[in-house]
């Protein structure tokens, strides 16, 4: 492919990223564009790939597929996978039938970084989990007394401190002096520690310490859908679409009403889950069927879980999520997507799957299994060893832990290239159920000397409805299929409207079961009829499909 070689088993810094797509644009111009859809809060370009063959219909014309990753920005490894997915369209249109198929009937939009502006902050220092926007930097995020997350060594990240104290919570394993261990309640006269995060107390009075909660926002929790305050909800910015990331993927989406599926790329967890809706406002039975449809196949090509509820996600306490893409994308659009929670270390170690173990306290064993892939996979260097440390509050403390960015959050390089193609090709087959609009008929049968009718007859040949979701329909987010006659000067229409208007039409997903006499399916195909006196020459005459999202389909008028 071209003249740029790319190692796949590596995670790539935000402007070698973009390096790369500008390099795929130029060198494929046939089915690749590239434009920003906006700046983000420190005026960095939001750079989106369109990919399709421009020779079989404009972009705007065809059904369209949406990617974006890093909308929280330790999740890097979100980015990779979508640079991975350019790469393969690019390499095997022409080569691969699902890869061809899908850029000559559809347009294929990639947003590697929706958050930019903090994955360069991530990758700058490996940062301890993060969610932040990058309005405001780690540590600059909180105020008021308290502690203050910063690098007081100077290593370059933020990691914990176990502070000696004899009613602490916590003691070192015997196995293992870097596993930290669940003090019992029985337990007395040991060494004990508190765990806390690596920083500096501010206003310290020799007692309490507390964490300011940090003002480093959330995207995910950003978006004009089910919001609520940030006292409702933790990171919602200070109102819906505050912040300028949100408002350019929000007026993408708006002004790209074809896109009818959706990948967010997120980290965490191996799961595949549709948009978590609220108690007063459920899934359709028929959305519902399509999502565990859809959903299940993802599960298949990528071996995650497919988790439908929040409940499942998150355990039976957890606050319903707020402000979500998922829900504006699905909940105000009637897209139907997804979000894949890409890699769970505790699966992949043997502890169990994501659920399980951040609803338990890791084991001595459990830990012990972690250390040892951290020396299989990281040559060790995942988890730093403690230090002494004098602390300017606390006095001797020891600085050390996770570098909770790598192998929690995301996999080692190594495993990259296998986690991206079995993604990308979830996303190629999810992409290709869209629905696809064609006239199969576009005859004239003359009636008398100049008079004809037309009859013409449109079809949907994707797998989703022409609507594709029941949310689509409530919403209002699509128009019923229309047919219309493009008629040249000289050429009267007789009879019939210019533009008919076809209702939805089925795909093969409206008839999941054999035909009987109690079936109730919708219609796949409608006909469009029109009469027109000519000048002695039907030259020009052209019906017209159109669909929200099922594209449009152009036909010349053949005479019978």
């Not at 939001?46 to 920005?73: C, F, Q, R």
Request: glycine fraction near 8%; include cysteine.
């Amino acid at each position: 492919m071209g003249g740029l070689k790319i190692d796949f088993a590596k995670y790539y810094r935000h402007d070698e990223v973009i390096s790369h797509l500008k390099q795929w644009a130029e060198e494929y111009p046939k089915i690749v564009s590239m434009f920003s859809i906006g700046k983000s809060f420190r005026d960095r370009d939001l750079w989106i790939m369109e990919i399709g063959n421009k020779e079989t219909g404009s972009p705007e014309g065809k059904p369209a597929y949406y990617i974006d990753a890093v909308t929280h920005p330790e999740e890097v490894s979100g980015a990779m996978v979508a640079q991975y997915t350019i790469w393969y369209l690019l390499e095997n249109y022409g080569k691969d039938p699902l890869v061809t198929q899908l850029l000559d009937t559809q347009t294929v939009y990639v947003l590697p970084f929706v958050n930019p502006d903090a994955y360069e902050i991530c990758m700058d220092r490996l940062y301890y989990e993060w969610h932040g926007t990058a309005r405001y930097l780690p540590g600059d995020d909180q105020v008021g007394p308290g502690l203050h997350y910063a690098d007081m060594d100077g290593d370059g990240f933020i990691l914990k401190m176990r502070v000696p104290d004899p009613k602490g919570e916590w003691k070192i394993s015997e196995k293992d002096s870097r596993i930290m261990l669940r003090r019992e309640p029985f337990e007395f006269g040991g060494q004990y520690y508190r765990v806390l995060p690596e920083g500096e107390i501010h206003d310290y009075d020799g007692v309490a310490i507390d964490i300011p909660r940090p003002r480093d926002g959330n995207l995910n929790r950003n978006y004009p859908a089910n919001w609520g305050t940030e006292i409702e909800q933790y990171g919602a910015g200070d109102a819906p679409m505050s912040e300028p990331e949100t408002r350019a993927l929000v007026n993408f989406i708006k002004t790209h009403p074809n896109v009818g599926g959706i990948v967010h790329y997120h980290t965490n967890a191996g799961t595949i889950m549709p948009p978590f809706r609220p108690a007063d406002d459920p899934l359709s039975f028929r959305d519902e069927f399509l999502f565990r449809k859809i959903g299940t196949m993802g599960a298949h090509e990528t071996g995650y879980a497919l988790i439908m509820t929040e409940e499942e996600f998150s355990g039976k306490a957890s606050k319903p999520r707020m402000g979500t893409s998922g829900n504006f994308m699905y909940g105000q659009n009637g897209i139907l997507v997804f979000v894949t929670e890409l890699w769970d270390v505790y699966k992949e170690t043997g502890i169990g799957d994501h659920k399980v173990s951040t609803q338990r306290e890791l084991s001595e064993d459990d830990q012990l299994k972690l250390l040892a892939w951290n020396d299989k996979y990281f040559n060790g260097d995942v988890f730093r060893d403690w230090r002494a440390f004098d602390h300017p509050q606390l006095g001797p403390v020891e600085i050390g832990g996770w570098k909770t960015l790598l192998m929690f959050r995301n996999p080692p390089p190594q495993l990259l290239p296998d986690m991206a193609h079995k993604n990308m090709m979830f996303t190629i087959k999810h992409a290709l159920a869209a629905p696809l609009l064609r006239i199969t008929k576009a005859e004239a049968v003359n009636l008398a000397d100049d008079v004809y009718r037309i009859d013409a007859v449109v079809e949907n040949h994707g797998y989703l409805s022409t609507f594709i979701t029941d949310r689509a329909v409530d919403m209002k987010a699509v128009a019923p299929c229309n047919a219309s006659l493009e008629l040249p000067d000289g050429i009267e229409l007789v009879s019939g409207s210019l533009n008919v208007e076809l209702g939805h039409l089925a795909g093969w997903s409206d008839r999941p079961d054999e035909y009987t006499r109690f079936s109730q399916w919708s219609a796949p195909a409608k006909r469009a009829q029109w009469v027109v006196r000519t000048n002695g020459s039907l030259d020009g005459v052209c019906v017209v499909a159109t669909s929200t999202r099922a594209g449009t389909d152009r036909k010349q008028i053949e005479i019978h």
